[in-house]
């Protein structure tokens, strides 16, 4: 089985300034996916960033990007030019597809709460 | 247009009562979803489905069941609830082909409240 590790349950930064987010999974598998998604206080669930793991290359939208380091099984998000909007919880995600007819399954992390602070 | 919904979004009820939770997603996916997030706001599958047909039953009392009248719904029933019920639950689907990353639409969410 899966397991996905947040370290930091809770974080700020200030306004404009740069903030990063660990995460480390576990898992025997070579083919998967890792997601960062955010939920801020609405609870609506938004993914922000998503890695496949057979790309060497890490992933990046506008100003978030991630770190993802197959070998050490880490894949933190760092956020650029924090805003106040950017204040959520955020989920790092390990995906498991289970075949053409049977979806995937997401396993979560334990959150980490993000404050930016003005 | 909404792509995964849930009604309804707030539900306050008894315990001992019984109780459902609709969700219907528009976006032609295949397989969809049902989620448990408890007040640590840990998330944790519960359910998913495939074109009607069960995928993923993880260890749920037998008080909770699922039903899926077509690919495009998926109803959580709860039966004789309890206080720890109370939690948001999320539905969310996902497509079997044409993206490669399959990833998963969430709906809003329910908060149910058991007293």
């Known amino acids: 089985a899966q397991t996905v590790t947040q370290s930091q349950p809770e974080m700020s930064v200030q306004e404009a300034e740069t903030v990063t987010l660990s995460c480390t999974y576990d898992t025997s598998e070579n083919n998967y996916y890792l997601f960062w ?15 496949e793991a057979y790309k060497q290359q890490n992933a990046t939208e506008n100003r978030f990007s991630v770190n993802f380091q197959k070998a050490a099984k880490s894949f933190s998000l760092k956020i650029s030019d924090s805003q106040l909007g950017d204040t959520a919880m955020y989920f790092c995600a390990f995906m498991k597809h289970l075949g053409e007819t049977s979806g995937s399954r997401l396993t979560f992390g334990e959150g980490t709460q993000l404050t930016v602070n003005p | 247009d909404t792509a995964v919904s849930q009604t309804p979004k707030y539900l306050v009820t008894q315990m001992g009562n019984d109780k459902s939770i609709k969700c219907e ?9 049902w989620y448990k997030q408890d007040s640590k706001k840990f998330l944790k599958i519960m359910f ?23 690919k495009a719904h998926l109803n959580l029933h709860i039966n004789s609830l309890e ?8 539905c969310a689907s996902s497509p079997d ?7 998963q639409y969430f709906g809003p969410g329910t908060r149910l409240t058991v007293t």
């Open chain 2, 83 to 90: 206080l720890g019920d109370s939690a948001v639950y999320f």
């Open chain 2, 48 to 70: 998913s489905y495939n074109n009607k047909e069960l995928i993923i039953n993880e260890t749920v009392p037998n008080r909770f069941s699922p039903k899926s009248p077509d």
């Open chain 1, 37 to 51: 998604y955010k939920q801020p206080p609405s609870r609506q669930m938004i993914l922000v960033i998503r890695q």
């Open chain 2, 97 to 103: 082909s044409g993206k490669i990353s399959y990833e």
């Open chain 2, 25 to 33: 997603q528009n976006l032609g996916h295949d397989t969809m979803y």
